[in-house]
């Protein structure tokens, strides 16, 4: 049963740190997503990489953010430095986009506090 | 840019109900919509996807329609179970690749 992967599952940390969360696409994927949801905000998307290459990040902060993806098994997504705002749940989504096809799988989420 | 609404909020139902839930968006030149349900704590699953080119999907007990005119779209359960209890969100998304998801419809279904 192949899913999504993300770790950690939950971090905690102090306004000012780095978080680094990182991602697992199902294999064979060809399209990961970053989003990031909060109560005020829904379901936000910050990055969108096909192949590897970063297609659309105009969601996300550039000033602190950064989304990359070193290899095909993993995409990562680094706050520097972190801030009380940041707080929220980040979901990654891989999927296979083709002509007709968009479906996209979520991994469980990274809850992330930032006190 | 696109705003993606759905109405209502929350909707608590008896169990083998039919329900629809609605979905407006104000851009109408759209690539595709997809319906998803979040569990409580959980990541979003996808449900159905609608092409701008098709007018509904089926998939079970689901049925999705889409109207691009009017900027609509339903997801109509038949025969509401308890196990349906869940968020559904519907999410837009436009020929230069943004998505665009709604604040979601709580649903409860009662036992």
């Known amino acids: 049963d192949a899913r999504v992967t993300q770790t950690p599952r939950d971090k905690v940390t102090e306004m000012g740190q780095e978080v680094t969360m990182r991602c697992q696409p199902i294999l064979g994927h060809n399209t990961v997503f970053w989003y990031r949801q909060t109560m005020k905000q829904g379901l936000e998307l910050l990055a969108y990489f096909r192949n590897r290459a970063p297609l659309d990040d105009s969601g996300m902060p550039k000033d602190r953010f950064s989304a990359e993806m070193p290899d095909a098994t993993l995409a990562t997504l680094k706050i520097q430095p972190s801030e009380p705002r940041d707080s929220a749940v980040y979901f990654c989504a891989s999927g296979l986009t083709g002509l007709r096809s968009d479906t996209q799988y979520f991994g469980p989420g990274t809850r992330l506090t930032v006190l | 840019k696109q705003e993606v609404t759905q109405i209502p909020a929350a909707l608590s139902v008896p169990e083998g109900e039919n329900l629809v839930l609605n979905c407006s968006f104000t851009?109408?030149?759209?690539?595709?919509l997809q319906w998803f349900r979040q569990d409580p704590g959980k990541g979003l699953t996808s449900l159905l996807l609608?092409?701008?080119?098709?007018r509904e999907q089926t998939s079970g007990r689901l049925n999705a329609s889409l109207d691009k005119s009017s900027g609509r779209s339903t997801l109509y359960i038949a025969a509401s179970q308890p196990g349906d209890s869940a968020t559904y969100l519907c999410?837009?998304?436009?020929?230069?690749?943004?998505?665009?998801f709604g604040t979601g419809t709580s649903l409860t279904v009662i036992p």
């Open positions: 609608i092409q701008s080119s098709q």
């Open positions: 999410a837009v998304r436009l020929s230069n690749r943004q998505f665009y």
């Open positions: 851009d109408s030149a759209i690539y595709n």
